[in-house]
């Protein structure tokens, strides 16, 4: 072989060499563009969920807290009614011993100025406290009530002494009266347990979400209860026992269909059916979960059919290779080991319906309901109908109420999400 013939293939086996090497690279860069969109994918999301919490926090902590005024409260009872104490005349007796903080006040307009720091429900919180005690009749006790809104709104400086009076609702004499009281430490802003303890309110600072809570529970029970068995029976006939034809293409088509269709139809669907043809009642638990139940139906079906399917095979094969009936291998093997998913497709598809609000608002679970329901027949709310209800409230302390509201609602949609990962990390099993 001549030397310019090897040099000639030498040649060529760098331009290769070369080549390849420019192939290599692009690759690799390539991949490094692919993992850099990924994170900046992530890193958008996080920042925009980061972005999401702040704001809420930043707007809805404040409801977190409530300012109360401490004062001493005499439970006369030449004010009483022994034989009804629910009825009992509390706001004069609140509203007597709050003035007493005022012997210079004897105007009537000033008198009800000054009466305008309580907030209008405290006469309902003395009036539970003496009801749960009947033998604070007639005792001078020290009590804390909360302030109303206003004062609320500006002992947490939401609302400014720098803004002319003409434009705050909160007037200059008002200011001088919570600057002394202020000024004695009859102000103090602890922890605002009402917020999750007591149910909805017409004044901002007794509202809470202990209703709304306990209807989004019911509503949930019930749609368990219905779309759990429903689903999971639905997806072992369609994945074990049924034959493979149009007809249940057809019903896994519509199947698909139905888990992407708007929630606000499901409820349009309820209220035809459960309201006006089988005349049940509105605002309802158990017209809300039948109602969610429907929604989540499609969600639990497809997730359990995911899951049969990753059954391998071989558990099948081996069960019928010992002698089992199909039944057997289904009951016995193959729905033990689906299981996981499908109670982590159950939970996601709860958390979901636990978010929706269209649906429930079409059959009446947005009703100014003052008491928790005592159950599945009672007019009740829920936590996403609850914050619809706050944010469409003209109170300026709802708007932080709403926030904290939307804030409480994350928080167990976080939590039902955490269970189901744990579900699935403790018993799904990989082969």
């Not at 917020?195 to 306990?214: K, N, Q, V, Y």
């Not at 947005?366 to 944010?391: K, V």
């Amino acid at each position: 072989m001549s030397n310019r013939t090897m040099d000639a293939r030498a040649g060529s086996l760098l331009d290769k060499t070369d080549a390849a090497s420019r192939r290599i690279r692009r690759r690799h860069a390539a991949n490094r563009r692919m993992q850099a969109y990924g994170l900046g994918a992530i890193g958008f999301a996080v920042l925009l969920l980061g972005i999401l919490i702040g704001s809420l926090v930043w707007s809805g902590g404040q409801a977190f807290f409530q300012t109360r005024i401490d004062f001493q409260v005499h439970v006369d009872p030449a004010k009483i009614n022994r034989d009804d104490l629910y009825r009992s005349n509390w706001r004069a007796i609140v509203q007597d011993s709050f003035l007493e903080l005022f012997p210079d006040v004897d105007n009537p307009r000033e008198r009800r100025a000054a009466a305008g720091i309580l907030s209008s429900g405290a006469p309902y919180v003395l009036r539970d406290r003496v009801i749960s005690d009947p033998d604070l009749i007639g005792q001078t006790i020290r009590v804390s009530l909360p302030a109303s809104d206003p004062i609320d709104q500006f002992n947490k400086g939401v609302i400014t002494r720098d803004v002319p009076e003409d434009q705050r609702i909160v007037t200059d004499q008002v200011i001088a009266w919570y600057d002394r009281l202020e000024a004695e430490g009859r102000f103090s802003t602890p922890v605002n347990w009402s917020l999750i303890t007591e149910a909805d309110s017409r004044f901002p600072e007794m509202a809470g979400l202990s209703g709304a809570i306990t209807g989004s529970f019911y509503a949930l029970l019930v749609c368990f209860l219905i779309s759990f068995p429903v689903g999971i029976a639905s997806a072992v006939y369609l994945e074990e026992f049924a034959p493979k034809n149009r007809f249940t293409d057809l019903i896994e088509v519509n199947i698909n269909n139905l888990a992407a269709v708007p929630s606000v139809v499901f409820g349009l669907l309820g209220l035809a059916v459960f309201l006006q043809f089988f005349g049940l009642p509105r605002s309802a638990p158990l017209v809300g979960g039948m109602v969610l139940s429907l929604m989540t139906l499609p969600t639990i079906i497809i997730a359990t059919r995911s899951a049969l399917k990753a059954v391998p095979p071989s558990i099948r094969e081996a069960a019928f290779g010992v002698g089992a009936s199909r039944h057997q291998v289904v009951i016995h093997h193959v729905i033990p080991l689906a299981m996981p998913g499908a109670m982590t497709g159950t939970i996601i598809g709860l958390a979901q319906a636990l978010g929706e609000t269209a649906p429930l608002l079409l059959i009446g679970m947005n009703a100014f309901i003052t008491s928790d329901p005592g159950g599945l027949m009672d007019p009740a709310t829920a936590l996403p109908t609850q914050i619809f209800i706050w944010a469409d409230s003209p109170e300026r302390g709802f708007v932080a109420r709403t926030s904290a509201a939307i804030l409480v609602l994350i928080g167990f949609l976080i939590s039902m999400n955490l269970i189901a990962v744990l579900l699935r990390q403790r018993f799904q099993r990989k082969w």
